[in-house]
């Protein structure tokens, strides 16, 4: 089970962090992803953790603004967003999955979601 939080209201140029609180092991044994969708369009890749090389992957819009990390102690996923812009208004969610490294932008290669949290950035 996956509960996101952090969501809200902030000027463009500002930040806010998501977090993602996963039960049991979720977060050492699964690549933990962000997704986001606007109103009126398909929901989108932002980032990823990938558990099978450490490492964090984004899409091309978010990169040097947002920042993926885990605290596998505290089983949970956070997303910085830093510098946000009105076009990063979406409701975000956040996922679980055991995606190949091809996939991982792809959203049916996730099987767990979480509920979303709205993100309105003012301009």
């Known amino acids: 089970q996956l509960q996101a939080s952090g969501g809200g209201l902030v000027q463009a140029g500002g930040s806010l962090r998501l977090s993602c609180a996963a039960s049991?092991?979720?977060?050492?044994?699964?690549?933990m992803g962000w997704f986001r969708q606007a109103p009126g369009k398909e929901r989108e890749f932002v980032a990823a953790?990938?558990?099978?090389?450490?490492?964090?992957y984004y899409t091309d819009s978010v990169k040097g603004r947002f920042t993926i990390s885990r605290d596998i102690r505290e089983n949970t996923v956070y997303l910085q967003m830093n510098s946000l812009k009105p076009e990063d208004t979406a409701v975000y969610y956040c996922?679980?999955?055991?995606?190949?490294?091809?996939?991982?932008?792809?959203?049916?290669?996730?099987?767990?979601w979480g509920q979303g949290t709205e993100v309105t950035v003012s301009s």
């Open positions: 996922a679980a999955g055991r995606p190949i490294l091809s996939s991982l932008a792809d959203v049916n290669a996730y099987n767990q």
């Open positions: 049991g092991g979720t977060v050492r044994s699964y690549t």
């Open positions: 953790f990938n558990r099978n090389n450490n490492n964090a």
